[in-house]
């Protein structure tokens, strides 16, 4: 509309969410939609983390906290980076946000000035490049292959820096192709970069106990490069707490102080009452966290073994994460005789109408040959959708 800025006309809705809401319209009319488009576990949060925030109402958490935080839940973050990945933050260099979005929104909002570059693999997590659009930054994408498991090479990252370049982008394990980075491949990276002093990294490590293959690498875990490292985290997907709107940022304390500043403006502090059930999820036994783990492993075995049976889908085997991203461009110029499937969102469209299931087209994560499942779902939908997927498309010829 001619009345809204060029910043909002600039920005793309999140094909995520649009496609969430489809399926949401159609199960409201009465359909049996099995939407796997969401980026959310689907177990209930922990008993004992709802206890949490249960006693924090009653004990009048009720004031504004800190902008950056409570001092014993950025304690417990910090004590977290030492525990578990071996890291020393100080509290000071952390700030807690509204979710793990609202940090990176930060971070790239302090970070990026107008023509400065961020490189960004592709695929990548679909509001990366519009966050980097908001700060009027400029989005260098480097495209990665299913025979690479979409990661991207030191060559490629020596290639794509310039004069400008500002920051690299990282998601380890990957939304949406479940690829992570192990330490080898991790210290390729760090020693291009090192090469280049004025280029910061931004890390989104959300998925970090969502692992199939061994212990989460960090790249703040390299000491030559740590202090241009800014880790986003939270506690959405570890601890099935996706409407707690928890993360957090460990970054040098110049940024953490930046992000307050802005935060400050914006929204002042996270939910004080989600804080302190963030608290106990990160002071208590990660448990329910290894059982979700198990899960999303098995799952992902299934949904591998599902698509096996059905012509025309080429995937990676994840890593992490709860996604397959499934390369479909077989089906692309193919028709069941009255509709022809040309692209990604035609693909999804017509899963969505003819076998009631809700998917992501792959463009909006910058890959238009592919689709994004998410396999936050049972074992008998999971079957359910594939069985229904297999049998719509063995009608495309």
Not at 255 to 274: H, R
């Amino acid at each position: 509309m001619e009345h809204l800025s060029k910043r909002i006309n600039s920005l793309s809705e999140s094909q995520t969410i649009a496609m969430n809401q489809k399926s949401k319209d159609l199960q409201a009319q009465g359909v049996d939609v099995i939407n796997l488009t969401v980026g959310e576990p689907d177990f209930f949060t922990p008993p004992h983390v709802k206890e949490a925030a249960k006693r924090a109402v009653d004990e009048n958490y009720s004031f504004y906290s800190a902008v950056n935080g409570y001092p014993d839940l950025l304690k417990a973050i910090s004590a977290k980076f030492k525990n578990e990945n071996n890291l020393d933050y100080k509290p000071e260099q952390i700030i807690v946000s509204n979710g793990a979005k609202h940090s990176l929104a930060n971070a790239i909002l302090c970070l990026i000035d107008e023509g400065d570059e961020v490189i960004i693999p592709a695929p990548y997590w679909v509001s990366y490049a519009e966050l980097v659009k908001l700060a009027q930054g400029t989005n260098v994408i480097i495209p990665t292959t299913l025979e690479n498991n979409y990661k991207i090479t030191p060559a490629q990252l020596e290639k794509a820096i310039t004069s400008k370049t500002k920051a690299l982008m990282l998601c380890s394990p990957s939304n949406p192709t479940g690829s992570l980075y192990n330490k080898k491949e991790m210290k390729a990276l760090v020693d291009v970069l090192m090469k280049h002093p004025r280029v910061f990294v931004i890390s989104d490590e959300i998925y970090e106990h969502i692992n199939f293959v061994g212990k989460h690498v960090s790249v703040a875990e390299f000491p030559e490069i740590k202090e241009r490292c800014i880790i986003i985290n939270g506690v959405s997907k570890a601890y099935a707490m996706t409407g707690y709107r928890i993360g957090y940022m460990a970054a040098p304390i110049w940024l953490t102080k930046a992000c307050s500043k802005l935060q400050g403006q914006m929204t002042t502090n996270a939910s004080t009452i989600a804080q302190r059930a963030a608290l106990t999820a990160l002071t208590t036994e990660k448990t329910y966290t290894y059982e979700m783990n198990d899960a999303f492993k098995r799952r992902r075995n299934l949904v591998l073994g599902l698509m096996k049976e059905i012509p025309g889908f080429k995937c990676n085997v994840p890593e992490g994460a709860f996604y397959v991203f499934p390369d479909i461009s077989y089906y692309y110029g193919k028709s069941d005789g009255s509709i022809t499937i040309k692209t990604d969102t035609d693909f999804c469209i017509y899963l969505l109408d003819k076998a009631f299931v809700a998917t992501v087209p792959g463009d909006a994560f910058g890959e238009p040959n592919c689709i994004r499942i998410s396999y936050a779902n049972s074992d008998e939908k999971l079957t359910k959708a594939f069985k229904q997927i297999k049998e719509v498309l063995a009608k495309v010829k």
